[in-house]
Every structure is written in C-alpha cells, then in structure tokens.
C-alpha cells in the first residue's frame, strides 16, 4: 500500500506528534488510511531507532472522534522521545 508508505517517509524526519481530528482536518493524502482503519482520530509520530529503520508511534480512535488537546499532544510526544532515547541508548 504505496501510501502507507508516503506516510513513513513523510514523518521520519518530523520531531514532534501529528495528528488529524475533528478540529484538525486530515490531510489528503491520508483519507484512504483513514477510511481502510476506520478511524475518526489518529495522534502519531516517527520512532528513531539506531538499529533499524524508523517506526511509527501512534493513537487511533476509530469508535469516535478525539480532538486531541495541547497536553495529550504534550505528553504523547514526550513519551515518543523517550522511547527513542531508549532505544539510541540501550541498543
């Protein structure tokens, strides 16, 4: 699925969270991911592992739609870095 994979390089060199919601409209090139998971929400960011190429971190709500606020933002991009920080220092 060629644009799962515009997703992966689209956010690999990103260093904070993205997301789509409600207020957040999703990007274009995101509709048929949107519509293959069924999901109303998605709050997501790269992953830099030294050891293999980048992953993709992510929260999806698919029941309903989440506005994601400035905190959850916060917070899930600070526990992205340090799963990343992990990674560079304990592989």
């Known amino acids: 699925m060629p644009f799962i ?3 992966f390089h689209e956010i690999k ?16 090139q995101y509709q048929q991911i949107k519509t293959l998971f069924n999901m109303e929400s998605m ?6 592992p030294t050891f293999e190429k980048p992953w993709l971190f992510g929260i999806h709500h698919c029941t309903k739609a ?5 905190a959850e933002i916060w917070i899930f991009t600070d526990i992205g870095h340090e799963i990343s920080g992990a990674f560079r220092t304990r592989i």
Request: charged share 20%.
């Open 5 to 7: 994979s515009n997703l």
């Open 66 to 70: 989440h506005d994601f606020n400035k």
């Open 43 to 48: 709050l997501y960011m790269s992953i830099q």
């Open 13 to 28: 060199g990103v260093n904070s969270a993205l997301w789509s919601d409600d207020q957040k409209a999703w990007p274009e």
